[in-house]
């Protein structure tokens, strides 16, 4: 008895081992993440945060791809160098460093690229969210939010941050212009029924829009 039960701990032990190596992948996961040129590495602040501080790295189009590069979009204003877009280039503030601040007018919105490429295990994706001190004491906030990032995309994301002001924000590089934050997803398997009937039946019912109350 005494080798059997040694047997049984071992493998016990071996089991609680590979637990533990599920845990740690779930609950701290590894990504690869490429910082382009011009960008920065999330962050995040404090110990206890669960947002990661994303940067601004440069303005793109929302609609065009980098002709010389089609996995990244075009570039329209690097806050570098003067663009050559005179529509553009009206927008362009001067800096000391030689530089250039991006004047967005009131209720402006524009794309904002956050420097980074990521490779993430699936499920694993993640949200792109506001920050809160941007939104309340600047008034910039994004239209795309919450934005969903999916594992499988290999491009830079980018931010719609919009102007909320009646004045103009003069946007800089290198600002942590949102959050991002890492999610499992549930991707559970569909299945059709053909009937409502067959659909189990609920306390609310079809009850929505405030049904509940407020209070």
Request: glycine residues 8%; aromatic residues 10%.
């Amino acid at each position: 008895m005494g080798k059997e039960n040694e047997n049984r701990i071992d493998e016990l032990l071996k089991r609680i081992e590979k637990l533990e190596g599920v845990l740690v992948e779930i609950y701290s996961p590894t990504i690869k993440i490429h910082v382009l040129p011009g960008g920065r590495m999330p962050e995040r602040k404090t110990d206890g945060a669960i947002g990661y501080d994303v940067y601004s790295r440069v303005i793109v189009s929302p609609f065009e791809m980098d002709p010389s590069n089609p996995r990244f979009r075009l570039t329209l204003f690097d806050f570098v160098n003067y663009p050559k877009d005179p529509v553009i280039a009206s927008h362009a503030v001067k800096r000391e460093d030689g530089g250039y601040n991006y004047r967005m007018e009131p209720k402006e919105s524009v794309l904002v690229d956050i420097g980074f490429v990521t490779e993430m295990p699936f499920p694993l994706f993640y949200w792109v969210t506001p920050r809160s001190g941007l939104a309340s004491k600047e008034r910039i906030t994004l239209t795309n939010a919450p934005g969903t990032v999916d594992p499988d995309y290999r491009g830079s994301a980018g931010v719609l941050v919009l102007n909320t002001n009646e004045t103009p924000y003069i946007l800089e590089p290198q600002i942590r212009i949102a959050q991002v934050v890492f999610q499992w997803a549930v991707t559970p398997e569909i299945l059709l029924v053909d009937n409502y009937s067959d659909l189990q039946e609920s306390v609310r019912g079809a009850g929505g829009f405030g049904s509940t109350g407020l209070k």
